[in-house]
């Protein structure tokens, strides 16, 4: 809660944005309320229309709080790309897919009459999210070979390696898998970033599990966790853990679970506990060990969340 006032008294939008991003979930009601209504204050102030995305978003998705037309009137009298360009990203984030459609492609017009390449790359890869979201694959890879031809014209390597993994991703779900695989490994053989690679072993992860391959996909998420610690793809990657242990909870596949805790817990030693709980309710349900000896585990956990998600896969049955 301080960090945050902090970034709001300092009047730092970036870092009060990624902070939301990580902590409202954290926040009790009433200081989230508090929170949100001091960044929305901010985000109006310093027109920063990728902070007020996320106010609005979080007052309605936590509190139930409806602001979506106050931020269409301010984007009609703005009329502006970026407020225009994430009222459109919000829609897209509350499900209103055929909005965020509408809008990027009156935005497209525009922009493509001025020949701002960037942000017509911008708009191309946002609706192939939108299309790969409503399942329409073709769609959605024809969107981003668009997108990427702009920023090949722009000479943007690293946005042009962030398409291609989504197109890998695309073309995964496709279910051309050897496809996807070659044009993955490709890329990490290419210089890339911390952020790239935990994306890219998110993609394998999907794969492995896809193919019921649970203990390589537990190592794809190891890796994505590995090097997703200091962005948003670190919480990417332990929640498909939890969805990958989640399924193996469910299909007895108990020693296959406390078999690979310890390189969990090895590898974040924050999170020591946490693991060893997992290890040892695998364990119990395996029948190695006693109600007891799980209960000591459980006792070490101080993290409210992690507890609750070691009470959630516990009650796994099928």
């Not at 998705?61 to 360009?85: G, M, P, T, V």
């Not at 290890?279 to 101080?302: F, N, P, Q, W």
């Amino acid at each position: 809660m301080e960090e945050i006032l902090k970034a709001i008294q300092e009047k730092d939008c970036k870092r009060l944005a990624s902070l939301l991003y990580y902590k409202v979930d954290e926040l009790s009601e009433d200081d989230l309320k508090e929170v949100l209504e001091k960044a929305e204050k901010l985000a109006l102030e310093c027109k920063d229309y990728e902070l007020y995305k996320l106010v609005v978003y979080y007052f309605l998705e936590f509190l139930n709080i409806d602001k979506i037309e106050e931020f269409e009137k301010i984007a009609e009298k703005e009329d502006s790309f970026e407020a225009k360009y994430h009222l459109a990203d919000l829609y897209y984030l509350i499900g209103e897919l055929e909005k965020a459609l509408d809008l990027y492609r009156g935005l497209l017009e525009k922009e493509t009459e001025k020949g701002n390449l960037e942000n017509i790359a911008k708009i191309y890869y946002n609706m192939g999210l939108i299309h790969e979201e409503l399942l329409e694959y073709e769609k959605a890879l024809e969107l981003m070979e668009k997108a990427e031809k702009a920023l090949e014209e722009l000479g943007k390597e690293e946005e042009i390696k962030q398409i291609r993994i989504y197109k890998a991703y695309i073309t995964f779900e496709m279910g051309k898998i050897a496809e996807a695989k070659a044009e993955l490994a490709e890329l990490l053989s290419e210089n890339l970033d911390n952020r790239m690679k935990s994306q890219i072993h998110l993609v394998f992860e999907e794969m492995f599990e896809d193919k019921d391959n649970y203990e390589a996909a537990l190592h794809e998420c190891l890796y994505a966790m590995l090097y997703g610690r200091d962005s948003e793809y670190f919480d990417v990657g332990f929640d498909a853990l939890i969805d990958v242990l989640w399924q193996m909870m469910l299909e007895d596949r108990f020693e296959d679970i406390y078999n690979n805790m310890d390189m969990f817990a090895r590898a974040f030693p924050e999170m020591k506990e946490f693991f060893e709980g997992v290890k040892a309710v695998a364990l119990y349900k395996d029948g190695k060990v006693g109600r007891e000896e799980v209960s000591e585990y459980i006792t070490k956990i101080k993290n409210r969340r992690l507890l609750d998600l070691l009470e959630f896969l516990s009650e796994a049955e099928l």
